[in-house]
Every structure is written in structure tokens, then in C-alpha cells.
């Protein structure tokens, strides 16, 4: 019975992380085009807390809430645009994987050129300073 203990204690500890994670198929729809346009805008929406993940792929609570609000809105009738622009406007541009380019997403478009451009920078001067200090 001694041995036992710690096994159960441990796999009561462990019950918590085994609960089931977010499924879409409880989301139900008349047709299959409402189907088809709720699958293909959790695919093109990210959720705004987990790092690069889609509203489909995510198991965050906030994820959940938005797949709700987006299954709302298309059972409501409406499109892909009218979907998108209402969660943008709740939750900013961060939760469109293609973003568009405007100046409040410069940052996001051109911020990886110009960190590649001021490392190479930074490269080519260290390089360039012990080739002449070897000298």
C-alpha cells in the first residue's frame, strides 16, 4: 500500500493536464458554406495571445472566446471582410496573419530587413577591424 501512494499521488497530480482540448467540431452550421468559410478564416486569423498559431491550431482560452465570436459572425451572415474587419477593430492588425501594409505595420513588414541590415553592418565592421588589427 506504501509503494501505491506516491503512483496515486502523481497521477492525481497529473489529471488537471489530461483534460480534453478545444475541438471545432462542436461548432455546428447550416450549410456547407458556412463550413467552409469558418474553417478558412480560423486558418487566416492568429490567436493574439499564442505565439504563431492559427484560431484553428490554438488551444489558448482566448482562441476559444474567438472562435466563438468568429462562429457568431458568419451564423449572423457575414463575409470574410465584414469577419475580419470586426476582429481588427477588437483586437488590431496583429490578428491577421497577412497583415497590410500601412504605417502602423511598417515595424512588422520592413523590421526584419533592417535587423538583417544593421547585423551584416555590425559584421562586416568587426570583421573589417580584426583584419587590420591581425595586420
Do not use: H
Not at 469558418?38 to 490567436?47: G, H, I, Q, S, Y
Not at 482560452?61 to 476582429?87: C, F, P, S, T
Not at 511598417?106 to 555590425?122: E, K, N, Q, R, T
Request: proline share 5%.
Amino acid at each position: 500500500m506504501k509503494r501505491a501512494l506516491p503512483l496515486v499521488c502523481l497521477l492525481g497530480a497529473l489529471i488537471p493536464f489530461t483534460a480534453g482540448g478545444y475541438t471545432l467540431e462542436q461548432f455546428k452550421f447550416d450549410t456547407p458554406e458556412e463550413a467552409t468559410q469558418f474553417r478558412e478564416l480560423l486558418t487566416e486569423l492568429r490567436c493574439v495571445v499564442c505565439q504563431n498559431e492559427t484560431l484553428a491550431g490554438s488551444q489558448a482560452d482566448v482562441a476559444q472566446i474567438m472562435r466563438e465570436e468568429v462562429y457568431r459572425l458568419v451564423q449572423e451572415g457575414n463575409d470574410q471582410e465584414q469577419v475580419k474587419a470586426y476582429l481588427v477593430d477588437r483586437y488590431t492588425d496583429f490578428v491577421l496573419y497577412d497583415p497590410p501594409l500601412k504605417p502602423t505595420t511598417y515595424l512588422l513588414w520592413f523590421g526584419p530587413f533592417l535587423l538583417i541590415a544593421v547585423g551584416s553592418f555590425f559584421l562586416l565592421r568587426t570583421l573589417r577591424s580584426k583584419q587590420r588589427t591581425a595586420d
